[in-house]
Protein backbone atom coordinates (compact mmCIF):
# COMPACT_ATOMS: atom_id res chain seq x y z
CA UNK A 1 0.00 0.00 0.00
CA UNK A 2 1.40 3.09 -1.36
CA UNK A 3 0.86 5.93 1.57
CA UNK A 4 2.19 9.61 1.77
CA UNK A 5 4.29 11.19 4.98
CA UNK A 6 0.49 13.11 5.61
CA UNK A 7 -1.43 9.54 5.35
CA UNK A 8 0.87 7.64 7.41
CA UNK A 9 1.00 10.23 9.69
CA UNK A 10 -3.33 10.38 10.07
CA UNK A 11 -3.19 6.87 10.16
CA UNK A 12 -0.62 6.84 13.09
CA UNK A 13 -2.81 9.42 15.36
CA UNK A 14 -5.69 6.97 14.86
CA UNK A 15 -3.66 3.85 16.25
CA UNK A 16 -3.40 2.34 12.93
CA UNK A 17 0.19 0.52 12.61
CA UNK A 18 0.66 0.55 8.91
CA UNK A 19 3.21 -2.57 7.52
CA UNK A 20 5.86 -1.67 4.96
CA UNK A 21 6.70 -4.01 2.69
CA UNK A 22 10.30 -5.34 2.24
CA UNK A 23 11.95 -5.26 -0.84
CA UNK A 24 12.07 -7.61 -3.17
CA UNK A 25 15.21 -8.64 -3.93
CA UNK A 26 15.42 -8.63 0.45
CA UNK A 27 12.54 -10.32 1.15
CA UNK A 28 13.76 -13.23 -0.97
CA UNK A 29 17.15 -13.58 0.73
CA UNK A 30 15.76 -13.01 4.42
CA UNK A 31 13.48 -15.65 3.60
CA UNK A 32 15.79 -17.75 2.72
CA UNK A 33 17.95 -17.15 5.88
CA UNK A 34 15.08 -17.94 8.66
CA UNK A 35 13.89 -21.20 9.24
CA UNK A 36 10.77 -22.23 7.59
CA UNK A 37 8.52 -21.60 10.91
CA UNK A 38 9.35 -18.05 11.05
CA UNK A 39 8.68 -18.07 7.04
CA UNK A 40 5.52 -19.14 8.01
CA UNK A 41 4.83 -16.61 10.63
CA UNK A 42 5.94 -14.05 8.34
CA UNK A 43 3.16 -15.17 5.74
CA UNK A 44 0.29 -14.40 7.82
CA UNK A 45 1.69 -11.21 10.17
CA UNK A 46 -0.23 -9.94 12.66
CA UNK A 47 -1.15 -6.40 13.07
CA UNK A 48 -1.20 -5.73 17.22
CA UNK A 49 -4.18 -5.83 18.74
CA UNK A 50 -6.13 -2.01 19.73
CA UNK A 51 -7.66 -1.93 22.93
CA UNK A 52 -11.21 -1.27 22.92
CA UNK A 53 -12.26 2.03 23.09
CA UNK A 54 -15.47 2.97 25.39
CA UNK A 55 -16.99 5.08 27.32
CA UNK A 56 -16.32 5.71 30.90
CA UNK A 57 -19.41 4.47 32.96
CA UNK A 58 -20.69 6.86 35.52
CA UNK A 59 -19.02 4.39 38.38
CA UNK A 60 -15.82 4.44 36.67
CA UNK A 61 -15.90 8.47 36.93
CA UNK A 62 -16.85 8.25 40.41
CA UNK A 63 -13.81 8.03 42.32
CA UNK A 64 -12.01 10.89 39.64
CA UNK A 65 -11.21 14.30 41.15
CA UNK A 66 -11.28 17.34 39.30
CA UNK A 67 -7.76 16.52 37.61
CA UNK A 68 -8.15 12.93 37.02
CA UNK A 69 -11.95 13.82 35.37
CA UNK A 70 -10.08 16.44 33.34
CA UNK A 71 -7.26 14.08 31.61
CA UNK A 72 -10.01 11.61 30.72
CA UNK A 73 -12.27 13.66 28.91
CA UNK A 74 -9.12 14.82 27.15
CA UNK A 75 -7.75 11.51 26.31
CA UNK A 76 -11.33 10.30 25.31
CA UNK A 77 -12.14 8.30 22.11
CA UNK A 78 -15.60 6.78 22.72
CA UNK A 79 -17.20 9.10 19.59
CA UNK A 80 -16.13 9.62 16.28
CA UNK A 81 -15.88 13.68 17.11
CA UNK A 82 -12.36 12.58 18.31
CA UNK A 83 -10.98 12.76 15.23
CA UNK A 84 -11.59 16.11 14.15
CA UNK A 85 -11.42 18.17 17.16
CA UNK A 86 -8.33 20.54 17.62
CA UNK A 87 -8.94 20.09 21.56
CA UNK A 88 -11.44 19.06 23.92
CA UNK A 89 -13.57 21.67 25.83
CA UNK A 90 -13.28 20.81 29.70
CA UNK A 91 -15.07 23.70 31.79
CA UNK A 92 -14.24 27.08 33.18
CA UNK A 93 -15.08 28.57 36.46
CA UNK A 94 -14.19 28.53 40.30
CA UNK A 95 -14.80 24.57 40.90
CA UNK A 96 -16.40 25.77 43.90
CA UNK A 97 -19.06 27.61 42.44
CA UNK A 98 -22.78 27.77 43.88
CA UNK A 99 -24.13 28.63 39.77
CA UNK A 100 -23.26 25.98 37.36
CA UNK A 101 -24.11 27.02 33.36
CA UNK A 102 -24.91 24.25 31.00
CA UNK A 103 -24.31 24.90 27.34
CA UNK A 104 -24.48 22.25 24.47
CA UNK A 105 -21.23 22.23 22.57
CA UNK A 106 -18.12 24.04 21.40
CA UNK A 107 -17.86 25.56 18.80
CA UNK A 108 -15.12 26.92 16.17
CA UNK A 109 -13.70 29.31 18.70
CA UNK A 110 -13.95 26.70 21.79
CA UNK A 111 -12.41 23.95 19.44
CA UNK A 112 -9.41 26.30 18.96
CA UNK A 113 -8.73 27.68 22.51
CA UNK A 114 -10.06 24.87 24.67
CA UNK A 115 -12.40 27.16 26.49
CA UNK A 116 -16.18 27.13 26.62
CA UNK A 117 -18.74 30.32 25.15
CA UNK A 118 -15.54 32.38 23.88
CA UNK A 119 -17.62 33.78 20.86
CA UNK A 120 -20.03 36.35 20.37
CA UNK A 121 -22.14 34.02 22.57
CA UNK A 122 -19.74 33.96 24.80
CA UNK A 123 -19.36 37.63 24.95
CA UNK A 124 -23.44 37.56 25.34
CA UNK A 125 -23.18 34.93 28.53
CA UNK A 126 -21.02 37.09 30.56
CA UNK A 127 -22.65 40.09 29.78
CA UNK A 128 -26.12 38.15 30.89
CA UNK A 129 -24.18 37.13 33.93
CA UNK A 130 -22.69 40.06 34.42
CA UNK A 131 -26.00 41.67 34.95
CA UNK A 132 -26.53 39.06 37.94
CA UNK A 133 -23.41 40.07 39.27
CA UNK A 134 -21.50 36.67 38.38
CA UNK A 135 -18.62 36.29 36.34
CA UNK A 136 -16.37 33.03 35.38
CA UNK A 137 -13.44 34.70 37.15
CA UNK A 138 -14.68 35.16 39.99
CA UNK A 139 -14.16 33.35 43.42
CA UNK A 140 -16.75 33.12 46.05
CA UNK A 141 -20.67 34.20 46.11
CA UNK A 142 -19.87 35.59 42.65
CA UNK A 143 -18.56 32.60 40.88
CA UNK A 144 -19.77 30.46 38.14
CA UNK A 145 -18.97 27.61 36.97
CA UNK A 146 -19.67 27.00 32.82
CA UNK A 147 -19.56 23.51 30.94
CA UNK A 148 -20.66 22.08 27.77
CA UNK A 149 -22.94 18.37 27.56
CA UNK A 150 -20.36 17.86 24.89
CA UNK A 151 -16.64 18.18 25.83
CA UNK A 152 -15.58 18.00 21.76
CA UNK A 153 -17.08 20.56 18.46
CA UNK A 154 -19.73 18.55 16.31
CA UNK A 155 -18.14 19.13 12.33
CA UNK A 156 -19.61 22.16 11.13
CA UNK A 157 -21.24 22.82 14.41
CA UNK A 158 -24.41 20.90 13.84
CA UNK A 159 -26.80 19.83 16.62
CA UNK A 160 -24.96 16.69 18.63
CA UNK A 161 -26.25 13.30 17.66
CA UNK A 162 -28.31 11.12 20.41
CA UNK A 163 -25.34 8.88 20.31
CA UNK A 164 -22.68 12.09 21.26
CA UNK A 165 -24.72 12.94 24.24
CA UNK A 166 -24.96 9.88 25.56
CA UNK A 167 -21.24 9.21 25.36
CA UNK A 168 -20.61 12.60 26.81
CA UNK A 169 -22.97 12.48 29.91
CA UNK A 170 -20.79 10.75 32.53
CA UNK A 171 -18.08 13.28 32.29
CA UNK A 172 -21.07 16.51 32.75
CA UNK A 173 -22.72 14.28 35.74
CA UNK A 174 -19.71 14.14 37.33
CA UNK A 175 -18.62 17.55 36.81
CA UNK A 176 -21.98 18.06 38.92
CA UNK A 177 -21.68 15.55 41.35
CA UNK A 178 -17.91 17.47 42.26
CA UNK A 179 -19.29 20.55 42.23
CA UNK A 180 -22.36 20.52 43.76
CA UNK A 181 -23.87 23.60 43.04
CA UNK A 182 -26.80 25.04 44.16
CA UNK A 183 -28.29 25.60 41.05
CA UNK A 184 -28.15 24.87 37.15
CA UNK A 185 -28.83 27.12 34.62
CA UNK A 186 -29.64 25.06 31.55
CA UNK A 187 -28.85 26.90 28.05
CA UNK A 188 -30.60 25.13 24.96
CA UNK A 189 -32.82 22.23 24.21
CA UNK A 190 -29.81 19.43 24.43
CA UNK A 191 -28.60 20.67 27.83
CA UNK A 192 -31.91 20.62 29.49
CA UNK A 193 -32.63 16.85 27.92
CA UNK A 194 -29.19 16.03 28.67
CA UNK A 195 -30.06 17.13 32.59
CA UNK A 196 -33.55 16.10 32.94
CA UNK A 197 -34.39 13.22 31.01
CA UNK A 198 -33.52 10.93 34.29
CA UNK A 199 -36.59 12.98 35.88
CA UNK A 200 -38.61 13.69 32.76
CA UNK A 201 -38.70 10.94 30.17
CA UNK A 202 -41.09 12.78 27.79
CA UNK A 203 -38.18 15.97 27.94
CA UNK A 204 -36.67 14.42 24.55
CA UNK A 205 -40.06 15.48 22.45
CA UNK A 206 -40.67 19.04 24.26
CA UNK A 207 -40.28 22.47 23.40
CA UNK A 208 -37.91 24.39 25.20
CA UNK A 209 -40.68 26.92 25.38
CA UNK A 210 -42.17 24.38 27.57
CA UNK A 211 -39.62 23.80 29.97
CA UNK A 212 -38.87 27.55 30.58
CA UNK A 213 -40.57 29.77 33.66
CA UNK A 214 -40.67 26.41 35.76
CA UNK A 215 -38.18 25.08 38.48
CA UNK A 216 -37.06 21.57 37.66
CA UNK A 217 -34.91 19.21 39.58
CA UNK A 218 -31.65 17.53 38.66
CA UNK A 219 -30.67 15.73 41.48
CA UNK A 220 -32.41 17.42 44.01
CA UNK A 221 -30.56 20.73 42.81
CA UNK A 222 -32.44 23.65 40.99
CA UNK A 223 -32.50 23.57 37.20
CA UNK A 224 -33.35 26.55 35.30
CA UNK A 225 -33.81 26.08 31.62
CA UNK A 226 -33.11 29.47 29.16
CA UNK A 227 -31.99 30.38 26.14
CA UNK A 228 -28.64 29.22 24.74
CA UNK A 229 -26.95 32.96 23.81
CA UNK A 230 -26.38 31.62 20.13
CA UNK A 231 -29.66 31.41 19.88
CA UNK A 232 -30.80 34.88 21.28
CA UNK A 233 -27.96 36.47 18.85
CA UNK A 234 -30.26 34.93 16.12
CA UNK A 235 -33.26 36.19 17.98
CA UNK A 236 -32.78 39.27 19.73
CA UNK A 237 -36.57 39.74 20.31
CA UNK A 238 -36.47 36.95 22.89
CA UNK A 239 -33.68 38.59 25.17
CA UNK A 240 -36.31 39.91 27.84
CA UNK A 241 -37.71 36.18 27.47
CA UNK A 242 -33.97 35.29 29.02
CA UNK A 243 -33.83 37.90 31.05
CA UNK A 244 -36.32 36.53 33.17
CA UNK A 245 -35.60 33.05 33.59
CA UNK A 246 -32.59 34.62 35.07
CA UNK A 247 -34.45 36.44 37.31
CA UNK A 248 -35.99 33.16 38.36
CA UNK A 249 -32.66 31.62 38.98
CA UNK A 250 -31.47 34.58 40.84
CA UNK A 251 -34.53 34.69 43.26
CA UNK A 252 -34.43 31.09 43.85
CA UNK A 253 -30.66 31.16 45.45
CA UNK A 254 -32.05 34.74 47.40
CA UNK A 255 -33.91 31.92 48.78
CA UNK A 256 -31.51 29.66 50.00
Known amino acids: ?44 P ?17 GLDWEALGHAVAQCRACGLCQNRTQTVFGAG ?18 LQGQ ?6 GLLLDNMLRALGLSRQASGEQAVYIA ?16 EVQQCQPFLHRQVELLQPKIILALGRFAAQALLQTSMPE ?9 RGQVHRYGGIPVVVSYHPAYLLR ?13 LARSLMQGN
Do not use: Y
Not at 98 to 104: I, T
Not at 148 to 163: D, E, F, I, M, T
Not at 235 to 247: E, F, G, M, R
Open 46 to 62: QTPEQPPVAALSANELR
Open 235 to 247: SPQDKAKAWVDLC
Open 203 to 211: VANMALGKL
Open 148 to 163: NVLKCRPPANRNPSPQ
Open 116 to 121: PFVGQA
Open 94 to 111: DTRARWLVVGEAPGENED
Open 1 to 44: MNLDQRQRAMLHEMGVQVWQPWPVAKAAADLNAIPQAANSALAT
